[in-house]
């Protein structure tokens, strides 16, 4: 006789703790998009900007680096300009092309250079990125100091400018 009653004390004990033990509902963390990283990301167009930040190794010079993820599958997309809020002052050192279908990581090319007053760790630069197709991608980047997995990343040389290599090559 007791067996019945232990039977319904154990499936009520257990239809009581299945919501409790399986605590994962709708809006919870596991739901939303985690990013475990200290760049930041802008999902926004067909170039999927990722992990945008800046490296900085000495107060008021830093180097941009985001991967670029042309999600197009046909067409090379171009990175044109780089513009900066009040205080940075982002310099492109070339337009980087990013082929269909595939990623460039600017921390392989050093691609933008990043000078101002604003431009050291802690801090964060609002940038724009606009690309040849009109995407305009803007980011609050984050400034993080070139230690540990930053300690690699190659800074961004400006090109020397048409009248200055052509000033210093011998005349004919």
Same mark, same amino acid.
């Given at each position: 006789?007791?067996?019945?009653?232990?039977?319904?004390?154990?499936?009520?004990?257990?239809?009581?703790?299945?919501?409790?033990?399986?605590?994962?509902?709708?809006?919870?963390?596991?739901?939303?998009?985690?990013?475990?990283?200290?760049?930041?990301?802008?999902?926004?167009?067909?170039?999927?900007?990722?992990?945008?930040?800046?490296?900085?190794?000495?107060?008021?010079?830093?180097?941009?680096?985001?991967?670029?993820?042309?999600?197009?599958?046909?067409?090379?997309?171009?990175?044109?300009?780089?513009?900066?809020?009040?205080?940075? =002052?982002?310099?492109?050192?070339?337009?980087?092309?990013?082929?269909?279908?595939?990623?460039?990581?600017?921390?392989?090319?050093?691609?933008?250079?990043?000078?101002? =007053?604003?431009? =050291?760790?802690?801090?964060?630069?609002?940038?724009?990125?606009?690309?040849?197709?009109?995407?305009?991608?803007?980011?609050?980047? #984050?400034?993080?100091?070139?230690?540990?997995?930053?300690?690699?990343?190659?800074?961004?040389?400006?090109?020397?400018? #048409?009248?200055?290599?052509?000033?210093?090559?011998?005349?004919?």
């Amino acid at each position: 006789m007791l067996r019945p009653v232990r039977r319904r004390v154990a499936t009520v004990a257990l239809v009581l703790l299945v919501p409790l033990l399986g605590a994962c509902g709708f809006g919870q963390q596991t739901d939303q998009v985690y990013q475990p990283a200290v760049g930041v990301n802008d999902h926004r167009g067909q170039v999927d900007v990722l992990g945008a930040a800046v490296v900085s190794g000495v107060t008021g010079i830093g180097t941009f680096v985001a991967s670029l993820d042309n999600k197009n599958p046909r067409k090379a997309i171009t990175l044109v300009s780089v513009k900066g809020s009040e205080g940075i =002052e982002p310099e492109l050192v070339a337009p980087v092309k990013v082929e269909p279908g595939t990623l460039v990581n600017l921390a392989d090319v050093g691609a933008v250079r990043v000078t101002g =007053e604003g431009v =050291e760790a802690g801090a964060f630069a609002r940038l724009t990125l606009t690309f040849d197709t009109g995407q305009v991608s803007e980011v609050n980047a #984050p400034i993080v100091a070139r230690v540990g997995p930053y300690s690699e990343v190659k800074p961004a040389i400006p090109l020397p400018s #048409p009248s200055a290599s052509s000033s210093s090559s011998p005349a004919p």
